[in-house]
C-alpha cells in the first residue's frame, strides 16, 4: 500500500471506470466496477495467451500470482506467507473447516445475518451442531451474544464482518476474544469487508479471515483470498488439498505430498488467471487511493444518502454510526420492481427481500446518489 497516496481526483479515478459514464452503478457490494486497469490486465494476460502459450506460466503467470499474493497480504496487513489464493470463499471456508484438528468439539456458532454459504459449511456435516444466533434488530448482533452461546463444547465461532444486508460492521477483537477465551477457533467471512472498511488482519486476533476481489476490491468473480494466522499455518494440516498445497508442486511426485511450509498449503489447485489479472488492476486502485481514504469517502456517500433517503420519506434498515458502511438497505414494498424501474432509467442497485440495497464505493458522486433516490421516490410500488 502507497504510504503516501497521490490526491483525491475524483474525476480522474471516475474515468477508470467505464461503467461510470454509461451507468449510475451503486452495486457494489453485489459487483465492483471493472477499471481501465483491469482491462489492461487482461488485454495483457490475452495476448501472452496468444503468443506463448504455455510458457506464459512459468515466465509470467506464476509471477503475477505472487504479485497479488504480495498485495493482497501488504493490504490487509498480513505476510504473503499467511495468504492463499482460491476459488471462492465458499471452497475456502471449506478448507478451513477441513484444517482444523479433530476434536471432541462439535458446536459452530454463526449468526442469522450471515451469507447463508458460510452457515451450509457446517449444516452439511454430520455430528456438527450448528447454532445460528438470531439478531435482536434485524441489523446487528451484539458481542454478548456471541459470549453466550461459545463455550468449551464450541469449535468455530464463524461469522461475518460487515453483514451483506445491513452493512453492520462487527468489532474483530471482541469476537476473536471471545472464540479465544472458550478455546474455540474464530473464523470471519469478509467478503463485505475487505475494501471498504480499513484491516490490519495481525492486530485482530481473527485465526481465519476470507475476502476476495469480486467487490469492494475492484477485481472480478473468481478468486477469494484466505488469510490464516501466522502460528498456525504450519500447525494446521488440510483433509482436503491439491499440487499447490505442497511443497515442490512441480517435483510431480505421486508418492510425495509434503504441505507447503506457508499458506499455500490451503490452496486449492490453479487460480482463475484471469481473475488474477483483473484483480491486480482492482487492487493497485484501492492501493492507490487508499483504505483510509475510500472509508472516509463512504462515510460521506453513505450519509448523503440516508439523509436524501429520509427527505424523501423512505424507512431504512441501518446500523448505528459507529457500525455502519456503504450497504444501505430501503425499505420497499416492491424491491424487484423497484430494481427494475431504477434499472430502466440507467440506475443499477440490487434488493433482497423487503429492501432495495444501494451501495456506493469511492467513485460514486453525491449527484448519483440523488438521481436515485429521485428515481425510487417516483416509484413506490
Ligand atoms: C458475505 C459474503 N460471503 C460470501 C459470498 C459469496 O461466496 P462465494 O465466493 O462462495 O460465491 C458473498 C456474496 O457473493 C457474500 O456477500
Redesign the pocket.
Known amino acids: 500500500m502507497s504510504p503516501d497516496p497521490a490526491p483525491f481526483d475524483l474525476e480522474r479515478i471516475r474515468a477508470e471506470f467505464p461503467i461510470l459514464a454509461a451507468r449510475t452503478y451503486l452495486n457494489t457490494?453485489?459487483l465492483g466496477a471493472l477499471s481501465r486497469r483491469s482491462e489492461a490486465y487482461l488485454d495483457e494476460f490475452r495476448e501472452r495467451w496468444h503468443t506463448m502459450g504455455a510458457s506464459a506460466w512459468y515466465e509470467h503467470w506464476l509471477a503475477r500470482i505472487e504479485d497479488l499474493r504480495r498485495k493482497v497480504a501488504a493490504f490487509w496487513g498480513a505476510a504473503s506467507a499467511e495468504t492463499a489464493l482460491l476459488?471462492?470463499?465458499?471452497?475456502?471456508?471449506s478448507v478451513v473447516a477441513e484444517s482444523v484438528p479433530p476434536s471432541r468439539r462439535n458446536r459452530v456458532v454463526c449468526s442469522e445475518l450471515?451469507?447463508p454459504?458460510?452457515t451450509y459449511q457446517w449444516a452439511v456435516k454430520p455430528g456438527i451442531e450448528l447454532v445460528v444466533l438470531e439478531s435482536p434488530d434485524g441489523v446487528r448482533m451484539d458481542p454478548e451474544q456471541y459470549a453466550e452461546a461459545v463455550d468449551d463444547r464450541t469449535l468455530f465461532l464463524a461469522t461475518?464482518?460487515?453483514?451483506?444486508t445491513t452493512g453492520y460492521v462487527q468489532d474483530l477483537r471482541a469476537l476473536s476474544d471471545i472464540a479465544h477465551r472458550a478455546g474455540a477457533w474464530c473464523l470471519v467471512?469478509?467478503?463485505?469487508g475487505a475494501g471498504q472498511v480499513p484491516l490490519d488482519l495481525s492486530s485482530t486476533g481473527a485465526d481465519f479471515y476470507?475476502g476476495?476481489p469480486?467487490?469492494w476490491l475492484l477485481g472480478g468473480?473468481g478468486l477469494?483470498y484466505l488469510y490464516v494466522r501466522d502460528d498456525l499455518v504450519r500447525r494446521l494440516e488440510p483433509r482436503i488439498t491439491s499440487w499447490f498445497a505442497t511443497e515442490d508442486q512441480f517435483g510431480f511426485d505421486p508418492r510425495a505430498f509434503r504441505y507447503h511450509s506457508d499458506a499455500r498449503r490451503f490452496e486449492m489447485g490453479t487460480p482463475s488467471v484471469p481473475t488474477v489479472h483483473t484483480a491486480l488492476g482492482g487492487q493497485e486502485i484501492v492501493d492507490e487511493v487508499g483504505i483510509a481514504r475510500i472509508a472516509e469517502r463512504n462515510r460521506t456517500l453513505t450519509q448523503h444518502l440516508v439523509e436524501r433517503c429520509r427527505e424523501a420519506g423512505f424507512s431504512l434498515r441501518l446500523a448505528e454510526p459507529a457500525h455502519r458502511s456503504a450497504i444501505v438497505m430501503v425499505r420497499h414494498d416492491d424491491p424487484a420492481g423497484a430494481v427494475a424501474h431504477l434499472a430502466g432509467r440507467g440506475i443499477i442497485v440490487d434488493h433482497r427481500p423487503g429492501h432495495v440495497r444501494v451501495s456506493p464505493h469511492f467513485y460514486n458522486t453525491e449527484e448519483e446518489l440523488d438521481r436515485c433516490v429521485q428515481a425510487l421516490a417516483a416509484y413506490r410500488g
Do not use: N, R, W
Open positions: 457490494c453485489s476459488p471462492s470463499t465458499s471452497v475456502a471456508l450471515d451469507f454459504t458460510l461475518s464482518h460487515v453483514f451483506f467471512d469478509g467478503y463485505q476470507t476476495g469480486l467487490k468473480p477469494a
